[in-house]
Nanobody, 133 residues
Framework: QLQLVESGGGLVQPGGSLRLSCAAS????????IGWFRQAPGKEREGVSC????????????????SYADSVKGRFTISRDNAKNTVYLQMNSLKPEDTAVYYC??????????????????WGQGTQVTVSS
């Protein structure tokens, strides 16, 4: 049974940091593109970052090509630890507008990764991130 479980969310002050984890079970992450998405109440789900599969045509030597939304470039970093079957999202310099439920998702065809939610087949349940003073 393929599952993705997010963790690491919580309450943080503006300018603070959090590291989100996306742990996989039932499959190995290195052959999937993994995306991080977020959704605030009353708003559409938006892409935050993604990383392509390590075995895909667009993979880098470090384990995959990465992409970031303009709103998080320079502040967030996505990475993969295949030994732990986990993808991380390091979030620095957090802003109140980063407040949302954050989801990870997996795409089995992940030669490249996309910011559109419809490209991903498997989703976690989400973890709440609240940035407030």
């Amino acid at each position: 049974q393929l599952q993705l479980v997010e963790s690491g969310g919580g309450l943080v002050q503006p300018g603070g940091s959090l590291r989100l984890s996306c742990a996989a079970s039932g499959f190995t992450l290195d052959s999937y593109a993994i995306g991080w998405f977020r959704q605030a109440p009353g708003k559409e789900r938006e892409g935050v970052s993604c990383i392509s599969s390590s075995g895909g045509l667009t993979s880098s030597s470090s384990g995959g090509l990465t992409s970031y939304a303009d709103s998080v470039k320079g502040r967030f970093t996505i990475s993969r630890d295949n030994a732990k079957n986990t993808v991380y999202l390091q979030m620095n310099s957090l802003k109140p507008e980063d407040t949302a439920v954050y989801y990870c998702a997996a795409d089995p065809s992940g030669y490249v990764c996309y910011p559109q939610p419809g490209e991903y087949d498997y989703w976690g349940q989400g973890t709440q991130v609240t940035v407030s003073s």
